[in-house]
């Protein structure tokens, strides 16, 4: 049981570059989340998908689009990378369907843009 | 707008003593509380959440957390720090906009010194 997993670890791009950031969640979670994490503001919500075949926008989702390829899976994709990007982004599942509604972070993402 | 406040971006405390990390919060109705600890470099992983029920919440790594309604606090406490608790600590809030997100404090930085 892996829990979330994210890859890559490590990505630097240049402005314009695009990208897209993967993530995995092997505990039938049907909820999943993007957040990205800059020092003193703590962590924002870019998108959200409540359950498969759904996306929501969430705190701060300019520049970024998203996909939910099946309940496992969402993926954030970055289509022209620029400087204020640089950031380490974290994906997330939760269970709705149980009243805990506590999130599951993977280990993030530090993405550089030059 | 529902939302937490971690007032102190850092916590010094030495090794053996009690620590407080602090979290106020605003939200209409009842509030569901949630403290995470990120380690360097990894992910948030959930500490303890207050629901309903009894205000002192137990959770992982000997962590507990007073929620007092009358201050709308909810803090993070541990009666002897351990330099392995030096850490991130994030509070949040669980916010019901017809999906049930998390909104995050900035984050306070635990040092815990030998």
């Known amino acids: 049981n892996a829990g979330v997993t994210q890859t890559p670890k490590f990505q630097v791009l240049k402005t314009g570059q695009s990208m897209t950031l993967q993530c995995a969640q092997d505990m039938n979670h049907n909820s999943m989340y993007w957040y990205r994490q800059d020092p003193g503001m703590g962590l924002r919500l870019i998108y959200y998908?409540?359950?498969?075949?759904?996306?929501d926008k969430g705190e701060v989702p300019n520049g970024y689009n998203v996909s939910r390829l099946n309940k496992r899976e969402f993926s954030l994709r970055l289509e022209s990378a620029a400087p204020s990007q640089t950031s380490v982004y974290f994906c997330?599942?939760?269970?709705?369907?149980?009243?805990?509604?506590?999130?599951?972070f993977g280990p993030g993402t530090r993405l550089t843009v030059t | 707008a529902q939302s937490v406040a971690q007032p102190e971006d850092q916590v010094n405390v030495a090794e053996g003593n009690p620590l407080t990390v602090k979290c106020t919060y605003s939200v209409s109705g009842n509030p569901y509380l949630f403290w995470y600890v990120q380690y360097p470099n990894r992910g948030l992983q959930f500490l303890l959440k207050y629901i309903t029920g009894d205000n002192l919440v137990k959770g992982s790594y000997g962590f507990e957390a007073e929620f007092n309604k009358s201050q709308t606090s909810f803090h993070l406490k541990k009666p002897s720090a351990l330099v392995s608790d030096s850490a991130l600590y994030f509070c949040?809030?669980?916010?019901?906009?017809?999906?049930?997100?998390?909104?995050f404090g900035t984050g306070t930085r635990l040092l815990v010194s030998p």
């Open positions: 949040a809030v669980r916010v019901n906009t017809g999906f049930q997100k998390l909104v």
């Open positions: 997330a599942s939760s269970d709705r369907d149980r009243a805990t509604y506590e999130q599951y």
């Open positions: 998908s409540a359950s498969e075949g759904t996306t």
